[in-house]
């Protein structure tokens, strides 16, 4: 099974800073990697696949990378409505989720 | 637009098993994979299983043989299927499609599992 080992499990910011979310893939997945936003009692919301193509209507500011098996979800500018819980997921093989990073006001 | 809904009983008792169906509108399952995931209460996300049109379905290891996933293509939906459930099967289940990751969720539906 692969495991996606992600972190920082939270992190306090203020708006307009940069924020970087990163995980790890204990073997290769390529770029078979996807980032989602969940908002309290809400269902997550896709923001990335391909590790680095953002869904249709996200916003510019977030981006994502990959480096080897090192993948990194970048806030550019925090907004106010960017304050939630991020989660990475791999679906190379079978789908498996990240432990979540959950990004507060400072 | 894609719309998902989750379906089913709030209340389930231990031992028993847990039946939720997942109905499609805008659009069809026959495409892509549909999913299973849960979040237990103030907890992340774990991905339960999938399936697609063709019938072809992968589970959780972690759920060894308690999980059943179907698909009725004639009613648009698919169904997940636990059993044995304890109450470490408390949780919300959603239900999702698969295009490349998952694009389209349901609002989820909160399981309780409790005598």
């Known amino acids: 099974d692969i495991q996606m080992t992600q972190s920082p499990s939270s992190l306090s910011a203020s708006v307009g800073d940069r924020v970087a979310i990163t995980c790890r893939a204990s073997?290769?997945?390529?770029?078979?990697l996807a980032w989602y936003q969940q908002k309290p009692g809400k269902a997550p919301k896709l923001l990335v696949y391909?590790?680095?193509k953002l869904q249709s209507g996200v916003p510019s500011r977030f981006s994502g990378s990959a480096s080897g098996t090192d993948y990194t979800l970048t806030i550019s500018s925090l907004q106010p409505e960017d304050f939630a819980t991020y989660y990475c997921?791999?679906?190379?093989?079978?789908?498996?989720f990240g432990q979540g990073t959950k990004v507060e006001i400072k | 637009q894609v719309q998902l809904q989750e379906s089913g009983p709030g209340l389930v008792k231990p031992s028993e098993t847990l039946s939720l169906t997942c109905s499609v509108s805008?659009?069809?399952?026959?495409?892509?994979?549909w999913n299973w995931i849960r979040q237990p209460p103030g907890q992340g996300l774990e991905w339960l299983g999938y399936?697609?049109?063709?019938?072809?379905?992968k589970s959780n290891p972690s759920l060894k043989s308690r999980i059943t996933i179907s698909i009725d293509t004639s009613k648009n939906q698919f169904s997940l299927k636990l059993s044995s459930v304890t109450a470490a099967d408390t949780a919300v289940y959603y239900c999702?499609?698969?295009?490349?990751?998952?694009?389209?969720w349901g609002p989820g539906r909160l399981v309780i599992v409790s005598s």
């Open positions: 805008g659009g069809s399952v026959n495409s892509f994979y």
């Open positions: 073997q290769g997945i390529s770029t078979s």
């Open positions: 999702a499609r698969d295009a490349i990751a998952y694009d389209y």
């Open positions: 997921q791999q679906y190379y093989s079978a789908r498996t």
């Open positions: 399936i697609h049109y063709s019938g072809v379905t």
């Open positions: 391909a590790a680095s």
